[in-house]
């Protein structure tokens, strides 16, 4: 019992470690963001996409014990959280108390970088429409059509359709 107790802390601390290590590369990406550093950007995912593997393969480990503190819990071993085996098993608060910070600033990290993200796209879509001066149009001024009732194109800048 004491040595399946050891081995989920353990697991629960290398996880502690990895989600640190993804937190400082969010940060880490958010300054990418804000200076748009490209390669910089793509650098530190294909370190989060290594760490993100290895959180894989420790939860898989740790859904290995669930079945043993199941038992212990008297819970189904798909509905035990780490509070259950946090009550059950005193030990675990440390580490339950620190994922649960860590989890929630790596959180709030990721939402401000999908909003720089999603206004960096925006820009894009932006200046493309500027650039190539498309326009959503809904009806057309009969002043625009040809002879032949059909819109008339305005000249672009940049032929879009090469």
């Known amino acids: 019992m004491t040595e399946l107790l050891n081995s989920l802390d353990n697991n629960l601390r290398k996880q502690l470690d990895c989600y640190k290590q993804l937190t400082k590369l969010e940060k880490d990406k958010q300054q990418a963001l804000i200076h748009n550093v490209i390669q910089e950007i793509d650098r ?12 894989s393969h420790l939860e898989k480990e740790r859904l290995n014990w669930a079945e043993f503190f199941a038992k212990e819990t008297g ?12 009550q059950s098993f005193p030990i675990l608060a440390e580490v339950h108390r620190e994922l649960e910070t860590v989890i929630a600033e790596l959180r709030q ?14 820009l894009v879509n932006f200046t493309v429409q500027a650039i190539t001066n498309e326009r959503q149009i809904t009806y057309a001024k009969p002043t625009d059509k040809d002879k032949e009732g059909k819109t008339q194109k305005d000249l672009n800048l940049f032929d879009k359709t090469i």
């Open 44 to 55: 530190i995912t294909a370190e989060e996409e290594k760490i993100l593997f290895e959180v």
């Open 75 to 86: 819970k189904k071993a798909e509905e035990i959280t780490l509070t259950d085996l946090e």
């Open 109 to 122: 990290l990721h939402e401000t970088n999908t909003r720089l993200l999603e206004n960096a796209v925006k």
